[in-house]
């Protein structure tokens, strides 16, 4: 993974942690897993799947891919300017 | 080198999945809970009730609704000592949730089972287990606010639990006709200890000689309680298990430290510690189940409602490396929303972030207000 494709993969992710939290608590989360609504839950369930994903890559798996992809960039960078 | 690359890359990950989210979660502060006690506050007085949730079944509903009045006012409470500045603002919420526990309608699902009223018929009536809970949470008020509106019900309520505790051949009485829990008993327990540490009474003469007969229901290889047991023979029935172990860790802890103590060091063992993050487990080794409306959810032999008592458990028994641990799964999956005026729990609902309340502003230090026994 290069360096901006993390980054761009961490923004997101943390985005939808973000903004996902408030959408999910304001289509009152708790209660509609309850409610037996069917309607409700084809939207919950989905969404929260999205959500716990992108908030469970955001704290342990983008954090490792940043490093990872700043640990090895820095040669390749530095080979593209010596090939230049 | 394509190996030592890719061993670099599998060290990078686990080195950063191991240290990057335990660091970044289980932070807490004073300021925190007030915020958090603010969000519950605002819970139960804009009309929390039964019809509020759906689980399907009356009595779970009842139950629920029961569950959140019960976690605010105890966990109101807890804050309220933490920070006395704060028992203006929280009195009104503490006293609106305890008024909701006596009220019948809130009652409704012990009610349907009886067949009567438990607080219509507290001198000449068996059972009811579950008013220990309720028990619990006026008693809390009552330590905060020693001539509550809700002190004659204390007075009443704890009398003819207290009764019914002396006069259980196995020191057992039903929650339900035919049915019987050890941590639901335990709740009576601490209700009466913290409603006489409120009063400033001696202890009463028959706790030693129940404390002693309860022990029996502490599973010796486990060390964890069994969940629900024979009134009649004092026989346990189905397995010892982690939820009602915690939740009788937190309750026991007002009335006898040493059993809570006994049952905390049962239940740590159930810890489960995966890259920083604690978790419960719901069975001992050597037996297995599913979830039901006590434990929550159990995946992987995790349960929801045990890890979330323990973190109350760990605070009394001043384990702050396990509590650190469950807090940051709480934190990871229930996902703290709000500011500095008021925080809550985004998958909490009103009765997890009641629960949720309670367990982690837990403290040993209520002791400290009990009044003095009278010379």
Same mark, same amino acid.
């Given at each position: 993974v290069?360096?901006?494709?993390?980054?761009?993969? $961490?923004? $997101?992710?943390?985005?939808v942690?973000?903004? $996902?939290?408030?959408?999910?608590?304001s289509?009152?989360?708790?209660? $509609?897993l309850l409610?037996?609504?069917?309607?409700?839950?084809?939207?919950?369930?989905?969404?929260?799947?999205?959500?716990?994903?992108?908030?469970?890559?955001?704290?342990?798996v983008l954090?490792?891919?940043?490093?990872?992809?700043?640990?090895?960039?820095?040669?390749?960078?530095?080979?593209k300017k010596?090939?230049? | 080198?394509?190996?030592l690359?890719?061993?670099?890359?599998?060290l990078?990950?686990f080195?950063?999945?191991a240290?990057?989210?335990?660091?970044?979660?289980?932070?807490?502060?004073?300021?925190?809970?007030?915020?958090?006690?603010?969000?519950v506050?605002?819970?139960?007085?804009?009309?929390?009730s039964?019809?509020s949730?759906?689980?399907?079944?009356?009595?779970?509903?009842?139950?629920?609704?029961?569950?959140?009045f019960?976690?605010a006012?105890?966990? !109101?409470?807890?804050?309220?000592?933490?920070?006395?500045?704060?028992?203006?603002?929280?009195?009104?919420?503490?006293r609106?949730?305890?008024?909701?526990?006596?009220?019948?309608?809130?009652?409704?699902f012990?009610?349907?089972?009886?067949?009567?009223?438990g607080?219509e018929?507290l001198?000449?009536?068996?059972?009811?287990?579950?008013?220990?809970?309720a028990?619990?949470a006026?008693?809390m008020?009552r330590?905060?606010?020693?001539?509550?509106p809700?002190?004659?019900?204390n007075?009443?309520?704890?009398?003819? !639990?207290?009764?019914?505790?002396?006069?259980?051949?196995?020191?057992?009485?039903?929650?339900?006709?035919?049915?019987?829990?050890?941590?639901?008993?335990?709740?009576?327990?601490?209700s009466?200890?913290?409603?006489?540490?409120?009063?400033?009474?001696?202890?009463?003469?028959?706790?030693?000689?129940?404390r002693?007969?309860?022990?029996?229901?502490?599973?010796?290889?486990?060390?964890?309680?069994?969940?629900?047991?024979?009134?009649a023979?004092?026989?346990p029935?189905?397995?010892p298990?982690?939820s009602g172990?915690?939740?009788?860790?937190?309750?026991?802890a007002f009335?006898?430290?040493?059993?809570?103590?006994h049952?905390?060091?049962?239940?740590?063992?159930?810890?489960?510690?995966?890259?920083?993050?604690?978790m419960?487990?719901?069975?001992?080794?050597?037996?297995?189940?599913?979830?039901?409306?006590?434990?929550?959810?159990?995946?992987?032999?995790?349960?929801?409602?045990?890890?979330?008592f323990?973190?109350a458990?760990?605070?009394?028994?001043?384990?702050?490396?396990?509590?650190?641990?469950?807090?940051?799964?709480?934190?990871?999956?229930?996902v703290?929303?709000?500011?500095?005026?008021?925080r809550h729990?985004m998958?909490g609902?009103?009765?997890?972030?009641?629960?949720l309340?309670?367990?982690?502003?837990?403290?040993?230090?209520?002791?400290?207000?009990?009044?003095?026994p009278?010379?």
């Open positions: 290069t360096v901006p494709k993390a980054l761009v993969l $961490g923004l $997101g992710c943390a985005l942690d973000l903004l $996902g939290a408030r959408l999910l608590d289509l009152g989360f708790v209660q $509609g409610a037996p609504n069917g309607a409700q839950l084809l939207v919950l369930i989905p969404l929260a799947c999205v959500y716990y994903g992108a908030r469970l890559v955001t704290y342990f954090p490792a891919l940043v490093v990872a992809a700043l640990a090895f960039a820095r040669p390749r960078t530095v080979a010596a090939f230049r | 080198m394509a190996k690359g890719r061993a670099i890359r599998y990078a990950v080195g950063c999945a240290i990057v989210p335990s660091t970044v979660l289980g932070h807490r502060s004073p300021e925190q809970d007030v915020a958090f006690a603010r969000g506050a605002h819970d139960v007085t804009s009309g929390v039964a019809a949730f759906h689980t399907g079944s009356a009595r779970f509903d009842g139950e629920w609704a029961f569950g959140t019960l976690m006012t105890l966990g !109101l409470g807890q804050v309220v000592l933490g920070h006395p500045e704060e028992r203006a603002h929280f009195l009104p919420a503490m609106q949730s305890a008024a909701r526990l006596t009220q019948n309608q809130t009652n409704a012990g009610t349907e089972a009886w067949g009567n009223v607080l018929t001198a000449e009536g068996h059972g009811h287990g579950y008013l220990g809970y028990n619990l006026l008693s008020l330590l905060i606010e020693p001539n509550t809700q002190a004659q019900v007075d009443e309520l704890t009398e003819a !639990l207290a009764q019914r505790l002396a006069q259980a051949p196995h020191g057992l009485f039903e929650t339900y006709p035919g049915e019987a829990y050890p941590p639901d008993i335990s709740m009576v327990a601490g009466i200890a913290l409603h006489d540490c409120a009063l400033g009474l001696s202890e009463r003469p028959f706790m030693p000689a129940w002693r007969t309860f022990a029996r229901y502490v599973d010796p290889d486990s060390g964890l309680l069994y969940q629900a047991a024979d009134a023979t004092g026989t029935l189905g397995p298990r982690g172990t915690a939740i009788a860790a937190y309750s026991l009335a006898d430290r040493a059993l809570s103590a049952l905390y060091a049962g239940l740590r063992r159930q810890a489960v510690n995966l890259l920083g993050f604690g419960m487990r719901e069975y001992p080794a050597g037996h297995v189940g599913s979830g039901d409306i006590d434990s929550g959810p159990v995946l992987f032999g995790v349960g929801v409602s045990a890890t979330g323990a973190l458990a760990a605070r009394l028994h001043r384990d702050d490396a396990l509590f650190t641990r469950l807090y940051r799964t709480a934190e990871l999956f229930g703290p929303l709000g500011d500095s005026t008021s729990f998958s609902g009103p009765l997890g972030n009641a629960i309340l309670a367990m982690t502003t837990a403290t040993p230090e209520w002791s400290r207000h009990c009044r003095r009278a010379s």
